[in-house]
């Protein structure tokens, strides 16, 4: 959640301007006058196995009409395409005359039958178009706490997402060595979805965020700090477009039949978990930030996250920044790997086969470089890679121009 940054600093060495002390950083909110901004963004974003793929534009921009407010306004246009991995039948789907009464008690819609068997392929999916736009305005009062307030908006043809956000943030003395931060956020979201004969409809979802975090500035050159979160997601949480596979005795025969049915997920799902970060200035131009995060639902995933960023400035105007990442989580108590010698699922229940809800690990590598052009113009770059445990991985190129006054 954007609101909840917990110190002036992380958005000054994030943006990888030039380094400097991280005790003045952090007080620097109240101390200077902040800069007008404009910023184009462009990714491309690309999966392997010719998956999804992803173009995404975003303009904004942050304005200041005094050293106590501030405005920021951004506008997304991405464009997405490709293919995702389901269940299909190897020959055709069979639509047997007794479909309507298997529906009936089964837990997710039931597609039909393939005598032939299935097979987990690249489903293509239809190219579609996000255009998002988000609204925040923070101030400051004259002992230089903050309040966040934001409102973010998206749509595509198949889902709709609003989602309004607040957070504040106190100082404890007037040395303003430690702050405390209280933040939350609320989402209400609709996802186009299909039944057994693909007929649409609309579901609603609801996310409910809430955080609690502390920062303290242990010297000149460190800053520790550490959050408390929960999250409470509750309607429609099922992927419609992931596929599982289910046996019933369609022919009341003694013999069970292998079904392809939609996935089902709970329709509730609590999260809790609590993050770590240490950034430490070693030298006036190289900083690193340390972070650890753990999360667990009562879907019975757990994850661990470890990060670390380093920040160089190679020179006045470069400064690059090396980004290494660490997942692990659990499978949700309702997953099935595909791979497996019985994939199938009972008629009713929960069940998923989405890799994403299985137990994996991942690592991601990200190098960046922002490059001051001029006074008051910045050009960025940054390229990635994602590797999964199951094969699975992911790269992008992002470049960006800022323009600053």
């Known amino acids: 959640m954007a609101a909840l940054v917990l110190l002036a600093a992380a958005v000054a060495v994030t943006d990888m301007k030039k380094i400097t002390s991280l005790s003045l950083l952090a007080a620097a909110a109240s101390m200077a006058v902040a800069e007008d901004k404009i910023s184009l963004q462009n990714l491309q974003y690309e999966e392997s196995d010719q998956r999804i793929k992803v173009d995404d534009w975003v303009l904004s921009a942050e304005l ?20 995702s991995p389901a269940w299909q039948p190897r020959v055709a789907l069979e639509r047997p005359d007794n479909l309507a009464d298997v529906n009936a ?15 987990v392929v690249n489903v293509p999916v239809p190219d579609e178009h996000r255009r998002s736009f988000g609204l925040g305005w923070l101030t400051r009062d004259k002992q230089r706490n903050e309040l966040f ?16 956000s607040a957070s504040y943030l106190w100082f404890t003395d007037a040395s303003k060595n430690t702050s405390l931060t209280i933040g939350s956020s609320l989402q209400s979201n609709r996802s186009l979805v299909f039944n057994e004969f693909f007929d649409t409809h609309w579901e609603d979802l609801t996310a409910f965020n809430l955080e609690l975090g502390i920062s303290q500035v242990v010297s000149p050159r460190s800053v520790l700090s550490a959050n408390v979160f929960a999250l409470r997601d509750s309607g429609y949480l ?26 089902h997920r709970p329709d509730l799902r609590r999260a809790a978990g609590t993050s770590l970060k240490w950034m430490m200035q070693w030298q006036s131009y190289y900083a690193t930030h340390t972070g650890y995060r753990f999360y ?32 692990d989580q659990t499978e949700a108590d309702f997953y099935k790997d595909p791979d497996s010698q019985r994939p199938e699922f009972a008629l009713g229940g929960f069940g998923s086969s989405d890799h994403r809800m299985g137990e994996f ?19 960025n770059a940054q390229v990635g890679d994602y590797d999964h445990s199951t094969d699975f991985s992911a790269s ?8 600053k006054r």
């Not at 667990?296 to 470069?318: P, R």
């Open 64 to 83: 200041n009409p005094d050293v106590d407010n501030q405005i920021t306004v951004n506008a997304g246009l991405d464009t997405i395409s490709g293919a």
């Open 105 to 119: 008690v089964a837990a997710s819609p039931v597609y039909g039958y393939d005598p032939a068997g299935y097979d």
């Open 149 to 164: 307030v934001g409102a973010d908006y998206s749509s595509e043809p198949d889902y709709i997402s609003r989602a309004v």
């Open 238 to 263: 099922t992927n419609h477009y992931q596929t599982i596979l289910r046996l019933a005795d369609i022919n009341d025969d003694g013999v069970f039949e292998t079904l392809l049915a939609a996935e």
């Open 296 to 327: 667990y639902d009562d879907w019975g995933i757990q994850s661990h996250t470890l990060d670390f960023k380093q920040y160089l400035t190679v020179m006045d105007e470069l400064t690059l920044s090396l980004v290494w990442r660490y997942y």
């Open 361 to 379: 690990s991942a690592q991601t590598f990200e190098l960046g470089a922002a490059y001051d052009v001029t006074q008051g113009i910045t050009l």
């Open 396 to 403: 992008w190129v992002a470049v960006g121009i800022t323009f």
